[in-house]
């Protein structure tokens, strides 16, 4: 049965709860706390359902494993970011001091506190548990979200972005942290980033520095970490790059992690899929391109990774991924290459080869 990415339930509460506490610190939309997430999964359900307004939307997936009947990773989009509270981020900035008559030019790169990504799609909550670490799962997952994005692009107006968790240290410590956010914060990296939450962000603007900062006041580790990504969450970043996504000027405030943004028309997923009507078995041919293939209603979002391209406007999967997918045939479904700049879809059957149901 093939793995199956799908709308996270409330019934998933216990098992995304286990990938939350697996995550451990940095991974501020992830928090282990029962109560907020069985919240959120409730949210996430309203979302999908969309019965609650679009800048309050939270679309939480799950990875399945169907033949275990076991949650094995999750991700999330949030819809809109800090129009119910503020959203913040470091804008990496330069100053030039010159003084004429000492022929002196000096650069000087300067951190802004910043409030420029509201509104925009967050990718984010992304989490594989270790045993599925393997066999494209990853791939699977973090892709799915695009492709609910270019299915649905009405819903994300302002373009999307994903935080990537910044260096840390053997110990969890975070040497960005240690030499900005503990100045003003007064506290230690984890303890900051677990008050971190909805609904609890106040204390941010209660006491980050009002001015701007030169990093030539930081640390050498400091200085080193900006835009760097911590070394579990760099295949993350790999695929996001491969969609499209890219950094730009902004890191996160907590650990100076990058953000890495797209606009929706320049995600691959809203350039290369195409949508393609479900054959009959035995009705069409089958080639060996590994595809991403998801439902078109956002209520009952489905993603499963096939071995099948378009043809004619036509796509031949199995039984099994048929009935992962809860499509018959005639029904239609979008079709992206797994493979960045190989095409998903041919023209002429002969591309193919007899599809069977055996």
């Known amino acids: 049965m093939p793995m199956l990415v799908r ?69 999330a989009i949030k819809a809109a970011v800090g129009l119910d509270e503020p959203f913040y981020n470091y804008r990496l900035g330069t100053l030039v001091h010159s003084a004429a008559a000492a022929d002196v030019y000096v650069r000087h790169e300067v951190l802004y506190l910043s409030h420029d990504l509201t509104g925009s799609a967050e990718l984010c909550s992304l989490f594989l548990h270790p045993d599925y670490r393997r066999g494209g799962n990853g791939r699977l997952l973090s892709k799915s979200r695009c492709m609910f994005i270019a299915q649905h692009p009405h819903l994300f107006t302002r373009g999307v972005f994903a935080e990537m968790r910044g260096v840390q240290d053997a110990g969890g410590g975070s040497p960005f942290w240690e030499s900005v956010g503990r100045k003003f914060f007064g506290m230690d990296f984890a303890r900051a980033d677990d008050l971190c939450r909805p609904g609890a962000k106040g204390y ?100 499963i990774a096939c071995t099948a391209a378009a043809i004619d406007g036509v796509i031949a999967i199995t039984p099994a991924e048929r009935r992962a997918l809860q499509c018959d045939a005639g029904r239609t479904i979008r079709v992206l290459g797994m493979t960045p700049g190989r095409p998903v879809h041919q023209i002429g059957a002969a591309a193919g080869k007899a599809y069977s149901t055996a």
Do not use: W
């Not at 991974?27 to 997430?37: S, Y």
């Not at 969309?50 to 939307?57: G, K, N, P, S």
């Not at 970490?225 to 070394?231: P, R, S």
């Open 204 to 303: 941010i603007a209660e006491l980050m520095p009002r001015y701007p900062i030169y990093t030539c006041f930081l640390s050498d580790a400091a200085r080193a970490a900006i835009g760097q990504t911590h070394v579990d969450t760099a295949p993350a970043r790999r695929l996001l790059e491969q969609e499209g996504l890219r950094a730009g000027a902004y890191i996160d405030i907590f650990d100076g992690g990058p953000v890495l943004q797209a606009t929706t028309h320049e995600l691959r997923a809203t350039r290369e899929s195409v949508v393609a009507t479900v054959a009959a078995a035995g009705g069409a041919a089958r080639n060996d391109c590994q595809s991403l293939a998801c439902t078109m209603a956002p209520d009952d979002f489905r993603v």
């Open 7 to 75: 709308a996270a339930r409330p019934s998933d509460l216990d098992a995304v709860l286990q990938l939350a506490a697996c995550a451990g610190p940095g991974m501020t939309t992830l928090k282990a706390d029962r109560q907020a997430m069985a919240e959120r999964l409730a949210l996430s359900q309203a979302s999908f359902a969309q019965t609650v307004a679009l800048e309050q939307r939270d679309y939480v997936f799950v990875l399945e494993d169907q033949a275990l009947g076991r949650i094995g990773g999750v991700a």
